[in-house]
């Protein structure tokens, strides 16, 4: 349903001696219909900028993105504008994402005001129903953004972006800031709506039993690049990386990656530097390849 | 008492003796019955109501609980860092001093020196226009009275022993030269550089990635045979990786507090079971209802509008049961 081709993001910053920051390095995903994908990676790898890409936030340097088929990439602002309806954000710090002066109705009423969909007398019964659905009470809907918790708050962020009646939702580390017990009842909230309303999800976060627990596929991505996609990656983890990653859940082990962002300069494969299955080959850029239904970016695979 | 009791060198004085003979000889730091009250305008807020807990020589203890527990109200009481308009009540025997007895200049040669305090946010707890290896060495300068020459000599040691190399040239740097990871091991360092023996540390992991929470972990795991920790915390992974004993805290009260392995394992209080079950490995199953107001905590056991095995006898307040060497708030162990 949603798909981004070789899409790059390149930052560039000062204006004599430009510096260049490759945030996304040629990725290719894919979300299907009613189905989750997990995108996990550590911070800096790129995973925010990859959702954002994909929702055309911002503009690739180069890659297109596909809705339904359609090029997002080479359309008008004007007909852009509907087809964002379908594709909403819930970012990963909810008490920045709504406007602290504004009371939660009209934060959630926003998106409905602005696409015109429903008028003045039928807002309220839309607002009511999507309240429900996320579990807040009416009386919520009259406060300002400081007077919710956490969990709350996230809840309202989530009304907001499921008003438009959305196809895919990016979910930026909904949960990253909140408590275990609150995390697990806005992540059964997700999946129920999902569910509800046939969506499909980019869940991107940094928590690896969190992406386990919920998602479909999952995605791994350092340095700018994905570097394994599959089912029950956590199970058997092919990619040198991931398995690091796996293997750091039960915390035994030190990791002894710094920063993910000078890697991405690295000419050959990204991870050449902590690899402990490097050879000399490792020193071309690696191809993604298929193992057991799996796409894995090694040379160890090929 | 409260904050504004006048210091006198006599009680204090009387409260050294008798106090060093009634507590344990392992127990550092002794909290009993310890109250901490915001009194608002219309509003009582009770943020730590009724806690007693035990903090051994070279122990690491867990406290954990949700946002808004009181846990790290009860850290920072600890330090006594609250502003003048809190009440608190009961007693935190550290070393034998009764810690809200004392007087500021006395409670500032215990800052730092004795019990340190390494703050939840590394980003905004360093100053940015004061470089590293200054910031570190000021606890030594202040307490050990050594010179900045000898002091930054020392930094260089103790930056060297935390993995942030190279530790000559990073002294010279500002907070926004490091990363995220070196900003909280430089907090760690800090804390740790005039050899205290209970350190305090606020959330040490959160907002921290799992990579990254490993080396968090790692150099926790360096400085827990020397010293106490008292490790605040929401993150139970961390907490099961570090911590001898855990003490679970809900809506003020302490509710649980037992061995590391046994809360893992066969937790007791259903708050512990619920809180548990709510991880991603394990379930995934959120606690239903919502963390209870501290204006207005539910009566009897607080935790009863969300229990599954509440019945009317949770109506009335449960005290803290003791069960071979562990303790439960919780009728179904009465």
Known sequence: MLRGVSLHKVFESGLISKRRIIAVDGVSIEVKERETLALVGESGSGKSTLGRLLLMLIKPTSGKVFFDNLNLTEMKTKEFRKIRQKMQLIPQHPEDALDPRWKIYDSIAEPLRIHKLVGKNEEKEVIYGLVEMVGLQEEHLS??????????LQRAVIARAIALNPKFIVCDEPTSMLDVSVQAAIIN??????????????????DLEVANAIANRMAVMYAGQIVEEGTKILDEPLHPYTRMLVESLNMNVGLKVEDTRQNAEQTGCKFYNFCSDRTNGCLKPPEMVRVNGRKVKCHLYY | ??????????????????????????????????????????????????????????????????????????GMTILRLLPENVRVDGKMLFNGFNLLDLAEDELRRIRGKEIAWI???????????????IQIAEPMEVHLKIDRKSAMQRVVNLLKFFDISPAEKRINEYPHQYSGGMKQRALVAMGTSTKPKLVIADEPTKGV????????????????????????????????????RIAVMYCGQIVEICSAEQFFGEPMHPYSKALLDSLPSRGLKPIKG??????NPPKGCRFHPRCKNATSRCLKEPPLFELNGNAVRCWLYA
Request: proline letters at 4%.
């Open chain 1, 189 to 206: 909230l997700l999946m129920e709506l999902q569910h509800k309303l046939g969506l499909s999800y980019l869940f991107i976060t940094h």
């Open chain 2, 1 to 74: 008492m409260s904050w504004q009791v006048p210091y006198i060198v006599n009680t204090f004085l009387i409260n050294m003796t008798q106090i060093r003979e009634i507590c344990s000889a392992d127990s550092l730091l002794k909290i009993n019955n310890l109250h901490v009250h915001f009194v608002l305008e219309n509003a009582v807020v009770r943020a730590v109501d009724e806690v007693s807990m035990e903090v051994h020589e070279n122990e690491t203890v867990a406290l954990i609980g949700e946002s808004g527990s009181g846990k790290s109200i009860l």
């Open chain 2, 209 to 244: 990635d799992v990579s990254k929470k490993i080396r968090v972990a790692e150099i926790f795991r360096k400085i827990k045979e020397k010293l106490s920790i008292l490790i605040i915390t929401h993150d139970l992974s961390f907490a099961e990786k570090l911590a001898d």
């Open chain 1, 143 to 152: 406060r300002y953004p400081h007077e919710l918790s956490g969990g709350e």
């Open chain 2, 290 to 295: 919502s963390s209870p107001s501290m204006v």
């Open chain 2, 119 to 133: 703050p939840q946010n590394p980003a905004t707890s360093l100053n940015p226009v004061l470089k590293v290896g």
